[in-house]
C-alpha cells in the first residue's frame, strides 16, 4: 500500500522538480498505477483459483515491491509511467487477498478479518509520513542519492522480503488443503474450514464457471456496488496521492507536511476497526455504510468551505474516517451477497475496474491550488451519487428477501415442497429461494 502512498511524498520532497516533471506529467504518472491495475483486475480475480494464494499473492508482492524499488533510479517522465503501470498491474494480483477471506470466514466475521487486513493500507499511510519526515531529514545526499530515492529503497525492498514470506507460508484455499494435505492445521481444523466455507456460500472446486460471469453482468447489485465501490476509490485515490500536497497549501512547511499526513490516517485505523467491527456484530452492512459515506461527504464540505487550518485538518480525518471502513464494508457487501466463485469475482471486479477507472480522474482533478475546490466538489458529487447507491441497493434486496420470505410460506400455507428449494445453491447461486441477502 505504500507504493500508492510514497509518489504523493516523493513529490514533496523534490523528486518532480529533480526530474523536471510538469504538473501534468506528474498526474499522468499518478493514473497509470489505477490502467494498469484496471485491466488487470478481473484476470486476477479469476486466476487465484487456478494459481493458488501463495504463489499469487507471493509473486505479486515481489513483484510491485521490486518495481517500486526501481522508482529511485528512474531519470525521466517515460520511465515512471511504465513502472507505476507495473505497479498497477502487481497490486491488482494482490488485492484478492479481500476476496480470499470470502473462503475462510462466515457472513457474518468477514468484514471484521478484511478490516484487520486493510489495516495495512491506513497504517502504511501513517508510517509514510513518518518514514518520509525521517528520510527527508536525515538521508538526503547520502551516497549520492537523493532523499526522495531513498524513499523508495527504504519502502521497497521490504516488500520485497514479505512477498518471500507470504509465498512460502500463505495457506491455500481450505478446498484444495483438503485435497493436498497441511503442514498448518490438522484434519479437524481442516473439516471445520470447509463447513465454513460451505456456509459462506463459496464454491468447493477450481472449476471457473464462465456462465456466472454473464449472470454477474445482469445482475443489478453488481452496478449498485459498483457505482458504491467508484466512489470510494476515488476518494482514496485522491487522498493517498496528494494528501501531501493538501497538507502543504494549509500552511505547514515540508517537515511539518510529512508528519501531519499521520493524523488523517490514524483515525482511519481506528473508525476501520470499530466500525467493521460493529457492521459484523450487528449483521448489516447498508446502513453503516452510508453512515461512512456520509460522513466522508461532511469531511470534503468542509475543506470546501473554510480556510482554518485546524478545521481542514479535522475535514480530511473526516474524509480518511469513512472512506477506509467504506472500502471493506463494501468489499464485504458484494463478497456475502453473491453466491459461486466466479459470479462473486465478477462482481468485485466490476467494481474495482469502475473504482480504478474513477481513480483516473482522482489524479487529473486538483489541478486548482490552493484550495482545490474543483476537486472536492467533484469527489462530493460522486459521494452523493454513491450513498443514493446504498439506499437502492438496500432496497433492491430487501425486497428480494421479502419476496422469498413470502413464497416460504406460501409453500408451507399449502403443505407442499419448494421444487426450486430442493435444488442445489451451486446451481441457483445467490437467487436460490433459500438464499438471504445481508442488507
Known amino acids: 500500500q505504500k507504493d500508492r502512498n510514497n509518489l504523493g511524498n516523493a513529490r514533496i520532497m523534490g523528486m518532480q522538480a529533480d526530474l523536471k516533471l510538469s504538473n501534468e506529467q506528474f498526474f499522468n504518472c499518478l493514473m497509470m498505477f489505477f490502467v494498469g491495475y484496471m485491466v488487470f483486475m478481473l484476470p486476477a480475480n479469476l486466476g487465484m483459483r487456478i494459481i493458488g494464494p501463495p504463489r499469487q499473492l507471493g509473486i505479486a508482492v515481489i513483484f510491485f515491491g521490486a518495481c517500486g524499488t526501481c522508482l529511485s533510479a528512474s531519470k525521466n517522465y517515460g520511465t515512471i509511467m511504465g513502472l507505476r503501470v507495473l505497479i498497477g498491474m502487481g497490486e491488482a494480483f494482490v488485492q484478492v487477498g479481500l476476496l480470499y477471506f470470502s473462503f475462510w470466514y462466515k457472513r457474518d466475521e468477514v468484514a471484521t478479518r478484511a478490516?484487520?487486513?486493510?489495516?495495512?493500507?491506513?497504517?502504511?499511510?501513517?508510517?509514510?509520513?513518518?518514514?518520509?519526515?525521517?528520510?527527508?531529514?536525515?538521508?538526503?545526499?547520502?551516497?549520492?542519492?537523493?532523499?526522495?530515492?531513498?524513499?523508495?529503497?527504504?519502502?521497497?525492498?521490504?516488500?520485497?522480503?514479505?512477498?518471500?514470506?507470504?509465498?512460502?507460508?500463505?495457506?491455500?484455499?481450505?478446498?484444495?488443503i483438503a485435497k493436498r494435505g497441511s503442514r498448518y492445521f490438522t484434519n479437524a481444523e481442516i473439516e471445520l474450514a470447509l463447513q465454513r466455507m460451505a456456509e459462506s456460500n463459496s464454491v468447493t472446486n477450481e472449476k471457473i464457471e464462465y456462465s456466472q460471469i454473464l449472470i454477474a453482468l445482469r445482475d443489478p447489485k453488481s452496478y449498485f456496488t459498483a457505482i458504491i465501490y467508484g466512489a470510494l476509490c476515488l476518494g482514496i485515490a485522491s487522498i493517498t496521492s496528494f494528501l501531501p500536497t493538501f497538507i502543504l497549501q494549509f500552511g505547514?512547511?515540508?517537515?511539518?507536511?510529512?508528519?501531519?499526513?499521520?493524523?488523517?490516517?490514524?483515525?482511519?485505523?481506528?473508525?476501520?476497526?470499530?466500525?467493521c467491527f460493529i457492521s459484523d456484530r450487528i449483521n448489516t452492512k447498508g446502513p453503516v455504510l452510508f453512515i461512512c459515506m456520509a460522513t466522508s461527504a461532511a469531511g470534503f464540505i468542509i475543506l470546501m468551505s473554510t480556510t482554518n487550518k485546524v478545521a481542514l485538518i479535522a475535514g480530511t480525518c473526516f474524509v480518511t474516517a469513512g472512506l477506509y471502513p467504506g472500502v471493506i464494508l463494501t468489499v464485504s457487501w458484494i463478497t456475502i451477497n453473491h453466491s459461486g466463485y466466479t459470479k462473486?469475482?465478477?462482481?468485485?471486479?466490476?467494481a474495482q475496474i469502475t473504482g480504478?477507472?474513477?481513480?483516473?480522474?482522482?489524479?487529473?482533478?486538483?489541478?486548482?491550488?490552493?484550495?482545490?475546490?474543483?476537486?472536492?466538489?467533484?469527489?462530493?458529487?460522486?459521494?452523493?451519487?454513491?450513498?443514493?447507491?446504498?439506499?437502492?441497493?438496500?432496497?433492491?434486496?430487501?425486497?428480494?428477501?421479502?419476496?422469498?420470505?413470502?413464497?416460504?410460506?406460501?409453500?408451507?400455507?399449502?403443505?407442499?415442497?419448494?421444487?426450486?428449494?430442493?435444488?442445489?445453491?451451486?446451481?441457483?447461486?445467490?437467487?436460490?429461494?433459500?438464499?438471504?441477502?445481508?442488507l
Request: aromatic share 16%; proline share 4%; glycine share 8%.
Open 344 to 350: 462473486r469475482s465478477t462482481a468485485w471486479a466490476m
Open 115 to 176: 478490516a484487520v487486513y486493510y489495516t495495512s493500507a491506513t497504517i502504511s499511510g501513517c508510517f509514510s509520513g513518518l518514514i518520509a519526515y525521517g528520510v527527508d531529514k536525515n538521508m538526503d545526499g547520502v551516497h549520492g542519492f537523493k532523499a526522495w530515492q531513498w524513499l523508495y529503497i527504504v519502502e521497497g525492498i521490504p516488500a520485497i522480503g514479505l512477498g518471500f514470506i507470504i509465498l512460502f507460508f500463505l495457506p491455500s484455499f481450505p478446498d484444495i
Open 252 to 275: 505547514f512547511d515540508k517537515l511539518q507536511t510529512q508528519l501531519f499526513t499521520m493524523i488523517p490516517y490514524a483515525f482511519a485505523t481506528v473508525t476501520l476497526l470499530a466500525v
Open 356 to 438: 480504478q477507472g474513477l481513480s483516473i480522474i482522482g489524479t487529473q482533478v486538483y489541478r486548482h491550488p490552493p484550495r482545490y475546490l474543483s476537486g472536492h466538489g467533484t469527489l462530493l458529487a460522486f459521494f452523493t451519487l454513491a450513498l443514493c447507491a446504498i439506499v437502492c441497493n438496500y432496497l433492491w434486496m430487501k425486497r428480494e428477501n421479502r419476496k422469498r420470505d413470502a413464497r416460504a410460506e406460501e409453500f408451507r400455507t399449502l403443505g407442499t415442497n419448494d421444487i426450486e428449494a430442493e435444488k442445489s445453491t451451486s446451481d441457483l447461486l445467490d437467487f436460490h429461494p433459500n438464499f438471504r441477502y445481508i
